[in-house]
């Protein structure tokens, strides 16, 4: 079974290249729109010129139409990618694919989608989200749900953009290419080919994260509505959260995180990697004053985020007077938080809208780790603002499987699928055979 992968660029938001170099050990074959396929020889430059594709060796350029595709000389050779737009992410910086690159240009950037064999891509999943040293069991685990989000990926990627399913974590899941597999992660992959997680008779959404820090959230406290927007989006059965151990009485009241976080080492299968499970940021004032209405400028025109962020009638953001957690899901994530300003209140909807709101080049933060997050707040003699720490819980959204739970789960014995029936609850493992 074949799958398409959107290749982003560095940043892992954007799709356009401004330019690429390919290169294999087995040199390389074109297959260019118009005429018969050739040989290329290794590394090769390719740029975008007003919408046609143009292939840069030595000794020249060449326009090769609207799109190309570009294969190893060999059968199942490996091509290395680097793109001129991959910024400072250095594991995109080069990546290494196995299967046909199709390159398509738009205007003057150019698009990059990677068709090959679903076990080559589940492959590529499990070596970039998953440590190599990790229990088999846990891998198992991962291996599946790489499956089945390959399958089901929540945004509807291929209507829009052509392709099934990006490599971005940001998006979909982390897909850095393939590189050798260890004895243990060829054995996570072929233990469980073809597996993979169902409701109702199809691929079920196999979200997941890396560190919920105690407790898994609901799908709907952390996301839209792919379609619609909509927040919250109708539940999902099978996406809800649950306890990875003894927390607290009353959690997730914001006392019952205070008393969490105080813990030296809580009873959670989570806690066993406590630099995952929990973290703390402080912000001086100054630091915010300097950058956060520009952020929120910025984050106010970008479609993914705009539509969770509304601001008092004067449409300034003033000088920040305190921060404010409104309603929590079941895991403590904030649902929404309140900035208040001299200007008047602004309200920020979604995990990931409040984590961006925060980013920082002072503190060198680009987002809070997560939302499961309670402030201490600082004023100094006339009541200003002076200073803010931010307390949290785990890394990334928190929903469906978390890696360093599911670590923790393997370590007392579980095996796979009892991993993922814990996180699961109403969704099962088939083979789609």
Avoid at 29 to 43: F, I, M, V
Wanted: aromatic share 8%; hydrophobic share 35%.
């Amino acid at each position: 079974m074949q799958i398409r992968v959107g290749i982003k660029t560095g940043d892992l938001i954007q799709l356009d290249h401004s330019h690429l170099t390919l290169s294999s050990r087995d040199a390389l074959r074109a297959k260019p729109t118009l005429g018969e396929p050739y040989a290329l020889r290794s590394p090769v430059g390719l740029r975008a010129d007003d919408g046609v594709v143009v292939i840069k060796q030595t000794g020249g350029a060449q326009p090769v139409g609207n799109k190309v595709l570009l294969e190893a000389g060999k059968p199942g050779g490996i091509i290395s990618l680097a793109s001129a737009s991959t910024g400072k992410s250095a594991a995109k910086a080069t990546s290494a694919y196995r299967g046909i690159l199709e390159i398509t240009a738009k205007g003057n950037s150019l698009r990059v989608v990677l068709i090959t064999d679903l076990e080559n891509y589940v492959q590529g999943v499990l070596q970039s989200e998953v440590p190599s040293y990790f229990k088999l069991e846990a891998m198992k685990a991962q291996a599946v749900l790489a499956r089945t989000y390959g399958l089901r990926p929540r945004l509807p990627h291929k209507q829009l953009d052509g392709f099934d399913v990006c490599d971005s974590f940001l998006h979909c899941q982390a897909f850095y290419g393939v590189k050798v597999l260890t004895g243990m992660q060829q054995e996570a992959i072929t233990s469980t080919k073809n597996q993979i997680l169902v409701y109702e008779g199809r691929p079920a959404l196999a979200m997941f994260s890396a560190c919920a820090g105690g407790h898994t959230e609901d799908y709907q406290y952390c996301f839209s509505d792919p379609v619609t927007n909509a927040f919250p989006p109708p539940a999902i059965p099978y996406l809800q959260g649950v306890p990875e151990g003894t927390l607290p009485a009353g959690y997730p009241s914001e006392k019952a995180m205070r008393a969490l976080f105080a813990m030296p080492k809580p009873d959670t299968d989570d806690s066993w990697s406590m630099q995952h499970f929990k973290w703390r940021v402080s912000l001086s004032a100054d630091a915010l004053e300097a950058h956060m209405h520009h952020v929120i400028e910025q984050l106010q025109k970008d479609p993914q985020f705009a539509p969770f962020i509304k601001g008092p009638q004067s449409g300034k953001f003033g000088h920040i007077k305190s921060f404010e957690v409104g309603k929590r899901g079941v895991a403590g994530t904030a649902i929404n938080m309140r900035i208040k300003t001299s200007e008047g209140n602004w309200e920020i909807s979604k995990e990931l809208t409040i984590r961006s709101a925060f980013q920082n080049p002072d503190a060198k933060l680009k987002r809070l780790r997560s939302a499961r997050l309670f402030f201490d707040q600082s004023f100094d003699s006339l009541g200003l603002l002076s200073r803010i720490q931010i307390s949290g819980f785990g890394s990334g959204h928190g929903v469906g499987l978390q890696q360093i739970g599911a670590q923790g789960l393997a370590t007392r014995g579980k095996n796979y699928k009892q991993i993922i029936e814990h996180y699961y609850r109403t969704a099962v493992v088939k083979s789609i055979e």
